[in-house]
């Protein structure tokens, strides 16, 4: 035999200088959960170690974060039902929980970055995430809604908005009304290929945030499909995107591979929150080792293509690189 393909990994050494991926918690973005009142720290059931935090708890969590190396952070509110209309009318008032949260978040941490959501699901009664009409969800009139609740995060201080609505030509409805209100350097990180999926059910727990009738067939996209994923990645690079997102992840690497091979743009994938809820649940269990299966999950993740991660386990992985640095 000439090729030995076992000499390459004859020692931890070798293994590492042929290591072709590496992951670093310098990659990842956690989502965070936001909820009313305050000294809250609620538990998610499905979703152990993740929690709804007060805009206070929230602080400390951020400044926790930052001792491990985290400093993105992908912020989701979660409101009151009685809050919420089928405009999502909340979502754009400057003085709700969520604005309030980002001017502070920013005005006491200053480098972080602040990626904000902008879609209606958390402020409509429809769970939605456009604007429902006689069981249809209306695509142009939602662009209207999304322009405000945008500015109104730009406003806050949002550094990236990031819509995760599926409404056709949102990322240049938002970028023209940035651009004309002087926000030409806050970003935007498109979901493009946003998959109709079972995985976001603990997301939905989280936020009391899903749809009260249907599903999101009609706006997100069918998980069959991914040359269809080029024309959305084409779409969103034309109207401006500065990250292309694919979400969920896993289940998706292929096209995850697939956008990072035809663009040039840094290529974003949300390992959402079903996907870490199989691996704690399997790990509570003892069916599963969680740390091992966490980095490998990840790594998968990058070597894919992605370069940025949102991940529920990003706090947990710095944690761990901390310790075993
Ligand atoms: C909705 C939104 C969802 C997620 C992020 N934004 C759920 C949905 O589309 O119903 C899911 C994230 C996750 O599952 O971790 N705008």
């Known amino acids: 035999m000439l090729q030995r393909p076992r000499r390459n990994r004859k020692s931890q050494v070798i293994r590492e200088l042929v290591q072709e991926t590496t992951l670093s918690e310098k990659d990842l973005i956690f989502p965070l959960f936001l909820t009313e009142g305050t000294n809250k720290v609620e538990v998610i059931k499905s979703m152990p170690n993740i929690f709804r935090f007060s805009l206070d708890t929230l602080l400390d969590e951020i400044a926790s974060c930052q001792k491990v190396g985290i400093h993105s952070f992908a912020l989701f509110p979660h409101f009151r039902e009685e809050l919420k209309d089928s405009r999502g009318s909340l979502g754009w008032d400057s003085t709700n929980m969520y604005l309030k949260a980002v001017r502070k978040i920013k005005e006491t941490f200053p480098a972080i970055c602040m990626i904000t959501d902008v879609a209606l ?7 939605h995430d ?5 069981g249809e969800i209306l695509n142009d009139e939602t662009l ?9 995060q730009a406003q806050a201080g949002a550094d990236i908005i990031a819509p995760s609505d599926m409404m056709d030509g949102r990322v240049g409805y938002i970028r023209r009304i940035l651009d004309k209100n002087n926000f030409t350097n806050v970003s935007i990180m498109a979901y493009t290929a946003k998959y109709a999926s079972a995985f976001y059910g603990p997301f939905r727990d989280a936020l009391d945030s899903a749809p009260r009738h249907g599903d999101k067939k009609t706006y997100q996209m069918n998980p069959a499909n991914v040359r269809e994923a080029c024309i959305e990645a084409a779409l969103d690079t034309a109207e401006g995107a500065d990250f292309l997102m694919v979400k969920p ?3 998706y ?8 091979d035809s663009s040039n743009l840094p290529i974003a994938a949300y390992n959402v929150s ?14 599963l080792d ?3 299966t966490m980095c490998e999950i990840l790594l998968s993740i990058k070597r894919a293509g992605a370069k940025v991660i949102l991940t529920y386990f990003a706090k947990e992985f710095a944690t761990l690189q901390m310790r075993t640095k």
């Open 290 to 292: 969680n740390d091992k």
């Open 253 to 260: 690497l292929d096209v995850i591979k697939t956008l990072h």
């Open 249 to 251: 992840a896993l289940s």
């Open 144 to 152: 209207e809604v999304l322009g405000a609740m945008a500015l109104a």
């Open 274 to 287: 079903g996907e870490y809820a199989m691996v704690k649940a399997a790990a509570q269990q003892g069916w």
């Open 130 to 134: 456009g604007i429902v009409k006689d």
């Open 121 to 127: 699901d958390p402020y409509s009664s429809d769970g």
